[in-house]
């Protein structure tokens, strides 16, 4: 089955396949995605309104007291850490690029708790530069169905999507295999037997490859 078969299908399983985690602008859409860092969408959509209620601007929140900041957002996962790096970023959109979000990779990266995934998350949504940002339902889903290998690293899954898969898809096909990923093709009790792909899954191999690795180590 052709990447296009694969995108099509996943086209009629998620027509409404977007963005969940909520924003209303590139500054938002930011501090939401570092946020997201081993959490859920859903977790971070639960404390992000109070949080821009406060500090609605990278002003703000560059300004803000980190203990107001951490008592935002202490819900979630790892939040001291994750308020030290949305203070820096904010502080860093002030300093260097006048409080607004810049939309090429090199400046992204350059903001505290900007890596490469989130850096394409706010391309691809806010500014529609085709990317593909590899999450863990991307990688997941990229292995399973064949598209890369179970031993290649975020960055090589993104390479292979992106020969694979045609630019003018990517922005799309990223919001699809994270659909499927979440609502189907979960990490744990995938449903198999209903799934448009099962004939050429390779589950069974990626498995086998992750306790190859446990066991090593």
Same mark, same amino acid.
């Given at each position: 089955?052709?990447?296009?078969?694969? #995108?099509?299908?996943?086209?009629?399983?998620?027509?409404?396949?977007? %963005?969940?985690?909520?924003?209303?602008?590139? =500054?938002? #859409?930011?501090?939401?995605?570092?946020?997201?860092?081993?959490?859920?969408?859903?977790?971070?959509?639960?404390?992000?309104?109070?949080?821009?209620?406060?500090?609605?601007?990278?002003?703000?929140?560059?300004?803000?007291?980190?203990?107001?900041?951490?008592?935002?957002?202490?819900?979630?996962?790892?939040?001291?850490?994750?308020?030290?790096?949305?203070?820096?970023?904010?502080?860093?959109?002030?300093?260097? =690029?006048?409080?607004?979000?810049?939309?090429?990779?090199?400046?992204?990266?350059?903001?505290?708790?900007?890596?490469?995934?989130?850096?394409?998350?706010?391309?691809?949504? %806010? =500014?529609?530069?085709? *990317?593909?940002?590899?999450?863990?339902?991307?990688?997941?889903? *990229?292995?399973? #169905?064949?598209?890369?290998?179970?031993?290649?690293?975020?960055?090589?899954?993104?390479?292979?999507?992106?020969?694979?898969?045609?630019?003018?898809?990517?922005?799309?096909?990223?919001? #699809?295999?994270?659909?499927?990923?979440?609502?189907?093709?979960?990490?744990?009790?995938?449903? %198999?037997?209903? %799934?448009? =792909?099962?004939?050429?899954?390779?589950?069974?191999?990626?498995?086998?490859?992750?306790?190859?690795?446990?066991?090593?180590?």
């Amino acid at each position: 089955m052709t990447t296009d078969e694969i #995108l099509d299908i996943l086209e009629e399983m998620f027509p409404n396949a977007e %963005c969940e985690l909520i924003h209303k602008n590139a =500054f938002e #859409l930011l501090i939401a995605v570092v946020l997201s860092a081993q959490t859920t969408d859903a977790s971070v959509n639960k404390i992000t309104p109070g949080l821009f209620e406060a500090f609605p601007t990278p002003q703000a929140l560059a300004d803000a007291d980190i203990k107001d900041v951490e008592n935002k957002i202490r819900r979630i996962g790892l939040y001291r850490n994750k308020a030290r790096s949305i203070k820096e970023l904010s502080r860093a959109l002030v300093e260097n =690029f006048d409080g607004v979000v810049p939309e090429t990779m090199k400046e992204l990266k350059s903001l505290a708790g900007v890596g490469r995934k989130t850096a394409n998350v706010v391309r691809s949504v %806010c =500014f529609d530069i085709p *990317s593909i940002a590899v999450d863990t339902h991307v990688e997941r889903i *990229s292995k399973r #169905l064949g598209l890369a290998k179970p031993q290649d690293s975020v960055e090589k899954v993104e390479e292979k999507l992106k020969r694979k898969i045609k630019r003018e898809r990517w922005n799309r096909a990223h919001h #699809l295999f994270i659909f499927f990923g979440r609502y189907h093709c979960t990490a744990r009790n995938p449903k %198999c037997e209903s %799934c448009p =792909f099962q004939s050429f899954c390779k589950k069974d191999k990626l498995e086998a490859y992750k306790s190859k690795l446990k066991v090593k180590s």
